[in-house]
């Protein structure tokens, strides 16, 4: 977050004061909300002035006329040449949200957007949102297009990718996007430009494990309590109890709202991808783990072996499959009707 010569609030006052009509001023601040209270509608404020909402559209066009005015920007100009600069460091465009989240906090929000009003054509300008961006705010218009393009890039490499990535190689991604229209070399390109094109994307998205990816795959929006589940095990890479794995999902932060074990439990169970391994034990099935009891995994792995296996060679294959402890194989290997010793000591089915 940058400092600006004067705080948003106090830069607004500057400009407000300019406006001798304190209709045209009581009518912005409304519909602005820079009394804190969140902007008023159209229609409330027609309620209070007895007028129409297209009459009360019209009064904030006047207004916002008047404060574009040079006598009212020269007034705050210090503020719009250091958010213009603030911009041009960010490569000459930036997503709104961005824009105001670096210029100050939810407080000067509404502030922050007179003052960009106030400024429009005078250094920067608003550009409209699309499908590939949301609405943005430039001092260059051929940044917005190249940063359209590089971001339609950056997607097609994600889709190519099928997963999310870590910062870094968003970064690196990116960075081989960006290029010097002049010398068509890759630029050394600066945090605060590859910052600006990663929030100028509508479909990329941070999970809470600090992955980028686009916002409809479930490792960046999971979709119930089951995608989060699959995405602590897969993070933890090992078997959890069930309870581990609520604990997961919580400290990951997707929600507010904790995650209740039982809640996780339920939903472990309905899924193929999880499979039971112990007591209140899951894993992946992707990891080859498999489900059933001890007896069955055993007839399992010895009919994939198709040949008599030693004790150890069992253990170690059941193992792999099922969180039991080497006793329980041993017994269950007791089953007559199911396993026959070989006369060197080893074991084969039936």
């Given at each position: 977050?940058?400092?600006?010569?004067?705080?948003?609030?106090?830069?607004?006052?500057?400009?407000?004061?300019?406006?001798?009509?304190?209709?045209?001023?009581?009518?912005?601040?409304?519909?602005?909300?820079?009394?804190?209270?969140?902007?008023?509608?159209?229609?409330?404020?027609?309620?209070?002035?007895?007028?129409t909402r297209e009459r009360v559209r019209q009064i904030e066009a006047d207004a916002l006329r008047h404060l574009r005015k040079e006598e009212t920007v020269s007034a705050i100009r210090p503020v719009l040449d250091a958010i213009?600069?603030?911009?041009?460091?960010?490569?000459?465009?930036?997503?709104?949200?961005?824009?105001?989240?670096?210029?100050?906090?939810?407080?000067?929000?509404?502030?922050?957007?007179?003052?960009?009003?106030?400024?429009?054509?005078?250094g920067f300008s608003r550009v409209p949102e699309n499908e590939i961006c949301p609405r943005r705010w430039a001092t260059d218009r051929d940044a917005v297009a190249k940063g359209e393009k590089t971001v339609a890039g950056l997607i097609k490499d994600l889709e190519q990718t099928g997963h999310p990535v870590s910062q870094e190689e968003l970064h690196r991604m990116l960075a081989r996007h960006i290029q010097d229209d002049a010398s068509g070399k890759?630029?050394?390109?600066?945090?605060?430009?590859?910052?600006?094109?990663?929030?100028?994307?509508?479909?990329?998205?941070?999970?809470?494990?600090?992955?980028?990816?686009?916002?409809?795959?479930?490792?960046?929006?999971?979709?119930?309590?089951?995608?989060?589940?699959?995405?602590?095990?897969?993070?933890?890479?090992?078997?959890?109890?069930?309870?581990?794995?609520?604990?997961?999902?919580?400290?990951?932060?997707?929600?507010?709202?904790?995650?209740?074990?039982?809640?996780?439990?339920?939903?472990?169970?309905?899924?193929?991808?999880?499979?039971?391994?112990?007591?209140?034990?899951?894993?992946?099935?992707?990891?080859?783990?498999?489900?059933?009891?001890?007896?069955?995994?055993?007839?399992?792995?010895?009919?994939?072996?198709?040949?008599?296996?030693?004790?150890?060679?069992?253990?170690?294959?059941?193992?792999?499959?099922?969180?039991?402890?080497?006793?329980?194989?041993?017994?269950?290997?007791?089953?007559?009707?199911?396993?026959?010793?070989?006369?060197?000591?080893?074991?084969?089915?039936?």
């Open positions: 977050m940058i400092t600006l010569p004067l705080a948003p609030v106090e830069a607004t006052k500057i400009a407000l004061k300019k406006l001798s009509n304190l209709r045209m001023r009581d009518v912005l601040e409304r519909r602005f909300g820079l009394q804190g209270k969140g902007a008023d509608t159209l229609e409330a404020i027609g309620r209070k002035y007895k007028i213009e600069a603030h911009i041009v460091r960010h490569g000459g465009v930036m997503a709104e949200h961005h824009l105001f989240a670096t210029l100050g906090d939810q407080r000067q929000h509404p502030h922050i957007a007179l003052l960009l009003e106030a400024g429009t054509g005078k890759n630029l050394d390109v600066k945090a605060d430009v590859i910052d600006a094109h990663i929030n100028s994307a509508q479909s990329i998205k941070q999970n809470p494990y600090g992955e980028y990816g686009l916002s409809h795959w479930s490792a960046v929006t999971p979709r119930g309590m089951r995608d989060k589940a699959y995405l602590a095990l897969k993070k933890s890479g090992k078997a959890m109890h069930f309870s581990e794995v609520a604990a997961e999902i919580s400290k990951a932060g997707w929600s507010v709202k904790k995650a209740h074990p039982q809640t996780v439990h339920n939903e472990l169970i309905k899924d193929q991808r999880f499979v039971l391994v112990g007591r209140g034990m899951y894993a992946l099935r992707e990891w080859g783990y498999q489900p059933g009891v001890v007896r069955d995994v055993l007839v399992s792995v010895m009919k994939e072996s198709g040949r008599a296996l030693a004790k150890d060679e069992i253990i170690k294959l059941v193992l792999a499959k099922r969180l039991v402890q080497p006793q329980t194989v041993l017994l269950n290997l007791q089953n007559r009707s199911l396993f026959r010793r070989t006369d060197d000591g080893k074991f084969r089915l039936a």
